[in-house]
């Protein structure tokens, strides 16, 4: 049976490390560029959910795990949308109203460059090994 993601795979510390410097880099950033939508629960949020759905999201299309494509599908909307939505729907309507349309481009990418850092399932030894 085709494995699309594990426990182990989302313990692995340097998957953890780079959740949390992200994580970090958003906080930052929500100091350093104010934004009616930016704040720190956001940043975990949607950074936790990143993590847990964008390796599901890219492993279901690149190795073809056509059966899970769904779950990655809908674990990216979550990502993107989902979660940032009902946060703010019960934070701030206004915000909501104001920053939904203008938000998900750059949450799209952002999903995107974490699927792309967190797709391989091995450790750090063995990605250094595969980058060769």
Known sequence: MQSIASIRDYL??????????????????????????????ISFIMGISTYIFAPITARSLLKRYWKWLPLGI???WVSIDGVYW?????????ALDAMRSIQWQTSLCLYGICACVWYPDCSFKELLRWQK
């Open 74 to 76: 809908l674990g990216a």
């Open 12 to 41: 692995r510390y340097w998957k953890l490390i780079t959740l949390i410097l992200g994580i970090a880099v958003l906080i930052i950033g929500s100091f350093a560029m104010p934004a009616i939508d930016w704040d720190i629960p």
């Open 86 to 94: 009902a946060y703010w729907a019960w934070q701030n309507p206004a």
